[in-house]
């Protein structure tokens, strides 16, 4: 099985309010030469971006990146989220989105990943919006219909958070609700988690909780859903913030640890991947946290992170 690397691109993201726009637009030429450093002489490292059915959403959801298919040279290929935003829960016409955006990608995806948090109830995530097990569902089983009738094989998945809540029924619900034809077409489960973001964690704790969440989501979660241990996991969203008393040495630091920490899974808990959240700050500047994830300011200048990132996706990837 091959560890494989990504990243989020763009600078446009959500916080627990909403929708963030970042104080720059994206600079493609810039974007491009730094995911060229990141890539360096590893075959692959895939491009995350982000697409929302909402049909009556007002206002509308903007793509992020905007064109993620700049980005995809070098062999790069596209990690594609598929959220389902449609603020009424009306399914009609969901999975006819779902096909046309894998015909769209065609040979270029490698990854297809329906919905988004689906059980996390914020606003910018897909666990605030009615019937989004059943989007999860449906979506998982048309995209993974349409890629078999185009002989392509990129990986179908869904992700999720971590619950400590021990009247948590999602994972319950989600088998409860899916079938067979979901489970064998699951590729992967995704995690989505950002150790002592918000809530802190000790320097000498955080690989052993790495691990933890990841073997929770293994022995834990995915039981619950009938979920076979012979799909992967992946971390999907994962990062450190810089900012006041959030120094960039600490995010290297801390990104390093988090990073060996999910690679030394790969064989026991069947880890496949790992993507970083994101980039570039949408706002170096700003007070909010949220627009500070970047391994590059938002004037594209590197921090101490974005170094550490490629010489992990070098000698892991």
């Given at each position: 099985?091959a560890?494989?690397?990504?990243?989020?691109p763009?600078?446009?993201?959500?916080?627990?309010?909403?929708?963030?726009?970042?104080?720059?637009?994206?600079?493609?030429?810039?974007?491009?030469?730094?995911?060229?450093?990141?890539?360096?002489?590893t075959?692959?490292?895939?491009?995350?971006?982000?697409?929302?059915f909402?049909?009556?959403?007002?206002?509308?959801?903007?793509?992020?990146?905007?064109?993620?298919?700049?980005?995809?040279?070098r062999?790069?290929?596209?990690?594609?989220?598929?959220q389902?935003?449609?603020?009424?829960?009306?399914?009609?016409?969901?999975?006819?989105?779902?096909r046309?955006?894998?015909?769209?990608?065609?040979?270029?995806?490698?990854?297809?990943?329906?919905?988004?948090e689906?059980?996390?109830?914020?606003?910018?995530?897909?666990?605030?919006?009615?019937?989004?097990?059943?989007?999860v569902?449906?979506?998982?089983?048309?995209?993974?219909?349409?890629?078999?009738?185009?002989?392509?094989?990129?990986?179908?998945?869904?992700?999720?958070?971590?619950?400590?809540?021990?009247?948590?029924?999602?994972?319950?619900?989600?088998?409860?609700?899916?079938?067979?034809?979901?489970?064998?077409?699951?590729?992967?489960?995704?995690?989505?988690?950002?150790?002592?973001?918000f809530?802190?964690?000790?320097?000498?704790?955080?690989?052993?909780?790495?691990?933890?969440?990841?073997?929770?989501?293994?022995?834990?979660?995915?039981?619950?859903?009938?979920?076979?241990?012979?799909?992967?996991?992946?971390?999907?969203?994962?990062?450190?913030?810089?900012?006041?008393?959030?120094?960039?040495?600490?995010?290297?630091e801390?990104?390093?640890?988090?990073?060996?920490?999910?690679?030394?899974?790969?064989?026991?808990?069947?880890?496949?991947?790992?993507?970083?959240?994101?980039?570039?700050?949408?706002?170096?500047?700003?007070?909010?946290?949220?627009?500070?994830?970047?391994?590059?300011?938002?004037?594209?200048?590197?921090?101490?992170?974005?170094?550490?990132?490629?010489?992990?996706?070098?000698e892991?990837g």
């Amino acid at each position: 099985m091959a560890f494989t690397f990504g990243i989020y691109p763009g600078g446009l993201l959500g916080d627990d309010q909403g929708i963030v726009h970042p104080v720059t637009p994206d600079a493609p030429d810039l974007v491009n030469a730094a995911l060229d450093e990141l890539q360096g002489n590893t075959g692959l490292l895939t491009v995350r971006a982000y697409r929302s059915f909402a049909p009556t959403a007002t206002p509308r959801i903007p793509p992020t990146p905007a064109d993620p298919h700049t980005y995809l040279r070098r062999g790069r290929m596209l990690d594609l989220v598929l959220q389902f935003r449609e603020p009424t829960g009306n399914l009609d016409g969901w999975t006819d989105y779902v096909r046309e955006a894998v015909r769209t990608a065609g040979p270029r995806l490698a990854s297809v990943q329906i919905c988004e948090e689906p059980n996390l109830d914020l606003p910018s995530v897909d666990g605030s919006v009615p019937n989004v097990l059943d989007a999860v569902v449906r979506g998982v089983v048309a995209a993974k219909e349409e890629l078999a009738s185009l002989g392509l094989g990129a990986a179908v998945g869904f992700n999720a958070v971590p619950s400590f809540d021990p009247s948590d029924t999602f994972w319950a619900d989600l088998g409860a609700l899916g079938d067979d034809r979901f489970r064998q077409s699951l590729d992967y489960v995704g995690v989505d988690f950002f150790p002592d973001v918000f809530r802190p964690v000790a320097a000498d704790r955080l690989a052993e909780t790495v691990a933890a969440v990841l073997g929770m989501f293994r022995t834990g979660f995915l039981p619950q859903a009938g979920i076979p241990g012979t799909v992967p996991l992946r971390v999907c969203e994962n990062g450190w913030p810089t900012g006041p008393d959030r120094t960039e040495r600490r995010q290297a630091e801390t990104l390093e640890t988090v990073i060996r920490a999910v690679a030394a899974c790969e064989n026991e808990l069947l880890v496949d991947g790992y993507s970083l959240f994101a980039l570039r700050d949408a706002d170096s500047n700003g007070e909010s946290l949220f627009g500070h994830f970047g391994l590059l300011r938002d004037d594209y200048t590197p921090k101490k992170g974005f170094g550490t990132y490629r010489r992990l996706v070098e000698e892991l990837g």
